[in-house]
């Protein structure tokens, strides 16, 4: 988690450090002022920095945070058979959406500085598990070397019977989107709207107490809430809304 705040702020740092030296120079005005924002929407709550590189082009990089918000599934355990019985139980599953991500985007101006309508493209970076998983099997005996069903497949039981999991994507996301506003305003404040995906591919299941990507099968053709996010979020969406002021 820590690298992923280094590599957000080296960011930050960069684009700052970009327009105070183009503001010293004011090479043909470009790149001379340093914008803010704050901003809120399905990737959370986030700060960016931003700056002009030319008339139709604006650079951005900012942290995003998810807040953690849970939801609960029921699934089934197979604590294997054990002293001549297969043993089954229910438990009740904790998912999460705490994420935190960095991001570097460039917003194009088609028209300039007449409307500030742009195509953004870029990335994100960190925040690999869009979902964690928790969960506890009490009275458990290791020796029943148990697992429990998530989605189409089987995510082994810790030692103690706890479950440990997340449901992971790639490290590095393009992101493409649409919008309406400059992250670095021509005036003091502004308001800007975006709507885009991160194209993440598939997301797998991760076993976090062995540090491995789950192969295991179980049902197939699974239904529960961890198998649709599986099948159908290969892409993220995102839309935000942002408020945007100037320094200088």
């Known amino acids: 988690m820590k690298k992923y705040f280094a590599i ?4 930050i740092v960069s684009v700052c450090s970009l327009s105070v030296r183009a503001q010293v120079k004011d090479f043909l005005g470009i790149a001379n002022h340093l914008g ?13 920095a931003a700056t002009p590189i030319t008339p139709f082009v604006q650079a951005r990089a900012g942290i995003s945070v998810m807040p953690g918000i849970k ?6 355990v197979d604590l294997g058979t054990y002293q001549g019985y297969t043993a089954e139980r229910e438990i009740q ?3 999460s959406l705490k994420r935190v991500q960095g991001s570097l985007i460039f917003n ?5 500085n007449r409307f500030p309508l742009f195509v953004a493209v870029g990335g994100y970076f960190g925040g690999r598990d869009m979902v964690k998983i928790t969960g506890q099997v009490n009275d458990y005996d290791p020796a029943m070397m148990g697992s ?8 082994p039981l810790g030692p103690h019977g706890e479950v440990r999991g997340a449901l992971r994507t790639n490290s590095f996301r393009p992101y493409i989107g649409i919008g309406t506003g400059r992250p670095c305003p021509t005036g003091r404040l502004n308001f800007m709207w ?4 991160q194209i993440q591919g598939k997301p797998y299941l991760w076993d976090d107490i062995n540090k491995d990507k789950v192969d295991l099968k179980g049902i197939e053709d699974s239904d529960d809430t961890f198998q649709k996010i599986m099948d159908h979020f290969t892409v993220y969406p995102v839309l935000k809304f942002t408020l945007s002021g100037r320094i200088f």
């Open 108 to 112: 194009v101006y088609p028209l300039g």
């Open 71 to 76: 939801f609960h599934v029921d699934s089934d």
């Open 148 to 155: 429990v069903e998530i989605g189409d497949y089987r995510l």
């Open 36 to 48: 803010v924002n704050i901003n809120v929407g399905t990737t959370g709550i986030g700060f960016e």
């Open 194 to 197: 975006e709507l885009g995906i």
């Open 8 to 11: 957000a702020l080296l960011s």
């Open 93 to 95: 599953l904790d998912g």
